[in-house]
């Protein structure tokens, strides 16, 4: 095993997932926003096209064919049928343009039945960008949990599958590059409720298990902040009584009331979570970082929470 | 966006629920869908009585724990068997998990797990001509990848076992909590992908040199390039693939068409459950739209985590700036002449609430933020029904009730 775990932004691949809702993408766009300003040239890929990448950068909807859309930050979106053309031009180096119709629409049968083959060619272009060294960074906002380890598993499968041709040998290089671990890594994001952490428990199980990639961190996402240190919340206890309560609406103008049920929910919440951010703890592997980013109390997400996110990573990584 | 269904009406999730065989939950992933599912389905069999199904995809450990199955390690991410205790075929809820939870059901709540390899299996085991034919498609590397490991045919699969479910006629209403991919509505298109799929002349045409050893595959431009890639055993195995699957045309096509009818029956309903957070608002809209535009039935939207109202209450949020603006005033004269109890420390007082009403402005911002989502889904289903954050998660029988109350009415 590995003993220390190369610093996030020396990596040259990394794939960021989590189960839905958690602030998968949210976390890719921040990571590149934050290599970016560290002087990088970073690709963020979109696997999974739903166009928040995107909206997370305030830029138009992304193609396959990359594009600025914050200094240093290129985004594109996964398209495999154009990875496809681009890859047998390069490989084949046969007239594509005239070929490529029918055998795009073969492909998609293939690919349809034949598992691991719309995945390769998705992790293959990663693969090459990460390669040629077009990009100091490459990161990817890749499928949720259940789908991840299909798409890091598959240069594998189909090494398994396939014993000869041109695809074979490609996946050899594809290979090489995901399992070193000074290259390429895995970002788990989770928030701290059950579902979440126990999906990310099982997910840095089976990444072990099945797949060649390495668990570079695991992002907690949404941390609420603690509200009261131990004496302040006997002192909130003491204030929650009804004479309490009472005397400070007087002086305040209004009931106090609904403000005191909030901080009372947003306490339970917290406590909630913690436990669930103990479990986790407990679970992972002592070496695989844990970076927490704050519950952000903002409006409807944009570049604003990018680079928000942007910053408190910074921070988590001590920069 | 007008459409037919969306014409507002007074109902509740109730009324839904006793007026439907099958109700489909769909929804962006990490919102509590399965767990919304299994409590509707289990406030069905309690209120409604009659036997009521809960198909789940892939439930947590949690909800076999609540719903009394546990005893298997589970809980698993994809479809792994591992399904804490629930298996492909349907299994009663014992009784004394309702006793427990302090209600006597008038019904049977029964729970099954989508096992997609083993529901695979099961259809190639009725569709396969004869008997050679089947154990050569089920030894086929390609087949076991298909149905061992990949989502797409997760989707097919879990409207198949609905379809094969409903067709025995066992239950009066089953709750499908659908798988939670991003192009969830996929498995709508499904049973006719299939169909369109075995049809198809491309496949026929990808799979002529390996029928006919008369056509030379070196021959055509396509297959050199196909061979140069894939290999040759590779195309082998494919095309030995699809003519074993072509065998079982027929019966495939037939069965796809009739999951499809069953899917817009009247009798089937759809569900879009979602939390108000931006992202899964937009998934939950998405959804929204394309069950109309299908013309199907989106019954209810059920929204899971609605944070109180009172956190949007503008006399509070100016109190809360009263507070936050006056607090070592309010601390000193507070902590000096506390109404009840012993003296408190004016600066922990005054700090406790500054957080107070900094946390109240804050969360207020979240709910509105959310309240404007609220607005906006509240025009599309029949029934809009939200649920408010619970203390604490659900883990047994009583907290699933509790949670199906909430979404009740």
Redesign the interface.
Known sequence: MTPAVPDLLDLRLVFVTGKGGVGKTTVAAGLAQLAAQRGKRVLACEVDAKGDLSTLFEGPPTRFAEREVAPGVFAMSMDTEASLREYLKLNLKIPVVGRIGPLAKAFDFVATAAPGVREILTVGKLCYEVREGHYDLVVVDAPATGHIIGQLAAPQAINDLVKVGLIRTQTDWMLDILSDPSRTGLVAVATPEEMPVAETLELARRVADETTVRLSAVVVNRVLPELFGRHEEQVFEALSQPPFVEALSEQAGGSVQPLMDGARLAVTMRRARSAHLQRLREGLDPTVPVLYLPYLFSRLHGLRTTRQVAAALGEELGY | MAGPRRAPREGSVDGLLAAKEIVIACG????GKTTTAAALAATAACHHGGKVLVLTI?P???LADALGLAGQDG????NTAAGGGIGNTERLIPADVFRDAGVTPRGELWAAMLDTKESWDALVRRHAPDPATRDQILAN??YR??AG????SHDYIAMERLYEIHAEGDYDLIVVDTP???NALDFLDAPSRMAD?FS?R??R??IVPYRSRLVNMASK??YQ??????????LA??AE??ILFQSMYDGFVERAESVSRLLSDRRTTFMVVS?L????VR?AEFFANELVRRQLHLGAIVLNKV??A??R?P??A???T??HD?AAE?AG??AGD????DP??PD??R???E???D??A?????AC?EAEQQAELASTPEVLATVP?F???IYDMAGLLRLGAKIWS
């Open positions: 962006p992933g990490g919102v892939d947590a450990r949690r809980g698993g991410i994809g590397p390609l990848n298909i490991r990949f989502v797409q939670p991919t991003r799929f198809s491309l496949l045409w990808l431009p396509f390039v196909a061979d140069r890639i894939l290999g040759t055993q590779f195995d494919i693939f699809f939390t957070e931006a992202t899964p998934e944070l109180p009172y956190l209450d006399a509070a100016d109190v809360a009263t507070v006056r309010l004269a507070l506390p109404p009840v109890g408190l420390d922990q007082v700090r406790v609430l957080e107070v009403a946390s109240f804050n969360f207020r911002i979240v933020r954050f203390d604490a998660d």
